[in-house]
């Protein structure tokens, strides 16, 4: 099924908010192109898009999904992306595969959440920009107020290029046309505008219609329409109802035409960064005949096949039977099979061109954001990785059946594979397992899937709080570990110092012994003491971040020198120290965002007041309902669920992003430092 020449191939991500329509809408694209016989729906359970049982269970994406349609001899990749914000990490992955992003706005609900969040990662990432307005033949509407909102917040770059006419029923398109009617905004009007905005980008067509006042065709407006997306200086603006299907065709006129091909498009941020040096930015050239570049943006865990790397080819050909290398793996892999993906279905193909995406099934070697080669010159290209969201929300889960623990972690081990937002820690101390995700509704999903699909049974319970320790003084540490127990004892003394760096910083190590004091050759030794140190915690038991730790004298040992002794001397020097800096334990402060009608507004802000949460402010929603966006701590999150159900009658809905850790209370560093054993500093 893949395109003979990358200059017919669009790739083009649909992205935005929850329910606003966008697995149906590819359901009417494939429908109008012949893909498929007829629209399925989602709450039937028949969309080509929605075909894991628990997404028609919960009846709604939970993740990318990937189909492809033909449309004037033009080949179009479609990525149908998740909109719940619990699920950003799917449709944020997305983003790296496209070369435009089509922004689906509910003309019911207007511009929400993930619509905001979503426009500006997919400028960031230099993507082309569309925005279409979906559902225009809803009930008490006001298409002119959705209009001039999103010009209030994504600029006056946002353009017309086309309107619904005939109550929603047709869509006239503006680039070609100056008259006719419209439902709420006048087509000529609309349409100077577009024209006015697109002859900048072209001094030559500038001039001419200076001259003569005469519009260019649309074969010569589009060079600059192409270059005013490249840029941002356009965004244009269509009409749809995925429904009943108008819209449909200016749509798909509109992405064969419009939207940029893999020639066209801004390039993708690829960068060639050796083992300690400097990165420097790399060209891709979307070019048949040169070596393979692809890049891996998505993993399946397939019940049936097994392992499916999901990839965007950005230059040469992907031909079956060909040998690639992932990363800087030295070991090739054989691409025995080469898939495109339609929904469910793997269509197998000969070969993918630059804009193709395809997908290999059965490589171990391949991860999420590998970049796949076929030769050694590309061994260390990358492509720029996407700003996730940090996963927040935690469970500890515990195996119900004895025996299935290793079983647990090899299922949870697959599920983080495939999901960026999505990790698994093991705490030895508590002897918990934990799982975090983006919100309730995530960490729901993932225990719904352990429970069907692998047959999994577990219990859960509130997790620890992921509390951190850090440092606002400096001091210093000095510690001798000297050990004798008849023939070659242990020797090693380290002197060091530290001091706190700016929150967020993580940690830095510094050596600057002077004569050989302590041996270059332990000198790694005294790191993995000072990093074991900085593991355990000082105060509380939790990991020690921010701060620098400087090792300037020590002595060795002609014979007892060891590596063990570096190891426990900085150990214990790192911990003297800490705990003579003024240490202090920080928790995890959130974003969170409340959507909830507007009669709910002061409860909430009194309960988020209540836990010790503030807020930053509101935003009136279509529909009576209202955002209240704050920042509170973690801590305090465990039953936020049941109480957003109490206070709204069950109408409120969350979403949660990691903001900053800040410094605990006096009275619950404590409470923390009471519960902790901190390790004996005495000399062995």
Not at 132 to 139: E, F, H, R, S, V
Not at 524 to 532: I, N, S, Y
Not at 673 to 681: C, D, R
């Amino acid at each position: 099924m893949s395109a003979k020449s990358s200059a017919n191939i669009r790739a083009v991500a649909l992205v935005g908010h929850g329910s606003v329509g966008k697995t149906t809408l590819v359901e009417s694209l494939l429908a109008a192109t012949g893909a498929i016989t007829s629209r399925g729906a989602v709450e039937k359970g028949n969309t080509v898009c929605d075909f894991d049982p628990i997404e028609k269970q919960l009846g709604h994406s939970l993740q990318s999904a990937l189909v492809s349609l033909s449309s004037d001899n033009t080949h179009i990749h479609l990525l149908d992306t998740p909109g719940y914000p619990d699920f950003a990490g799917q449709a944020i992955s997305a983003l790296a595969a496209a070369d435009t992003a089509l922004i689906v706005i509910s003309a019911q609900t207007g511009i929400e959440l993930t619509t905001e969040r979503m426009f500006t990662l997919a400028g960031e990432r230099g993507l082309c920009r569309m925005i279409l307005i979906n559902k225009i033949d809803a009930d008490n509407i006001d298409l002119g107020a959705l209009v001039e909102n999103i010009r209030e917040r994504f600029g006056k770059q946002c353009l017309l290029l086309d309107l619904p006419t005939h109550h929603a029923q047709e869509v006239v398109e503006l680039l070609g046309h100056d008259d006719g009617e419209s439902d709420f905004a006048s087509v000529a009007s609309a349409h100077r505008a577009l024209i006015d905005q697109l002859i900048e980008e072209d001094d030559a067509l500038m001039a001419r219609y200076l001259e003569d006042g005469a519009d260019p065709s649309p074969q010569e407006l589009h060079a600059p329409f192409e270059k005013a997306l490249r840029a941002g200086h356009l965004i244009p603006i269509l009409f749809v109802s995925a429904k009943t299907g108008a819209g449909v065709p200016q749509l798909l006129d509109a992405l064969v035409k419009l939207a940029p091909s893999p020639l066209e498009g801004n390039p993708p941020p690829f960068y060639k960064g050796e083992p300690g040096a400097v990165p420097t930015a790399f060209a891709a050239q979307p070019d048949p005949s040169l070596h393979v570049l692809a890049h891996v943006f998505k993993v399946v865990m397939d019940p049936f096949i097994g392992k499916v790397c999901v990839f965007r080819v950005h230059q040469g050909t992907v031909r079956k039977d060909s040998q690639l290398f992932a990363g800087s793996s030295k070991r090739p892999f054989k691409v025995n099979h080469l898939y495109q993906l339609q929904g469910k279905e793997y269509v197998e193909v000969d070969a993918l061109v630059p804009g193709d995406i395809g997908a290999v099934a059965k490589v171990d070697e391949i991860s999420f954001d590998s970049v796949l080669h076929d030769s050694h010159d590309e061994d260390h290209i990358h492509l720029q990785p996407l700003a996730f969201p940090q996963p927040m929300q935690g469970l500890a889960v515990q195996t119900q059946r004895k025996g299935d623990e290793q079983r647990l972690f090899e299922i949870l081990h697959k599920l983080e594979m495939e999901d960026p937002c999505f990790t698994v820690e093991r705490h030895p101390g508590t002897n918990e397992t934990v799982i975090r995700g983006l919100g309730d509704m995530h960490l729901r999903a993932k225990m719904l899937r352990m429970q069907q699909q692998f047959k999994l049974e577990l219990s859960t319970s509130e997790p620890q709080i992921a509390y951190r320790e850090t440092i606002l003084g400096q001091a210093e540490g000095h510690c001798r570990h000297k050990k004798q127990s008849g023939g070659a004892g242990q020797f090693g003394e380290v002197m060091l110092r530290v001091a706190p760096l700016a929150r967020g910083a993580g940690f830095e190590f510094e050596d600057v012994v002077k004569g050989g004091a302590i041996p270059g050759v332990f000198m790694a030794a005294v790191e993995k003491g000072v990093l074991q140190a900085l593991a355990e915690g000082a105060v509380a038991g939790f990991p020690v971040h921010d701060l620098r730790v400087t090792v300037y004298d020590g002595k060795t040992h002609a014979v007892d020198g060891k590596e063990v002794a570096f190891v426990a001397a900085a150990r214990k020097a790192t911990l003297e120290a800490v705990r003579a800096a003024q240490p202090v334990v920080l928790e995890p402060v959130v974003s969170i965002e409340v959507v909830a009608p507007e009669s709910s507004i002061g409860d909430l802000t009194g309960d988020l007041a209540s836990k010790r949460g503030h807020i930053t402010g509101t935003q009136p929603r279509p529909m009576g309902t209202v955002a209240i966006s704050g920042q509170m701590p973690l801590a305090e999150l465990g039953d936020y669920q049941s109480r957003l159900k109490s206070l709204t009658g069950g109408q409120g809905s969350y979403s949660l992003a990691f903001s900053h850790y800040a410094q605990v209370h006096e009275e619950m560093q404590a409470k923390l430092a009471s519960q902790f054993k901190p390790g004996n500093l005495t000399e062995d």
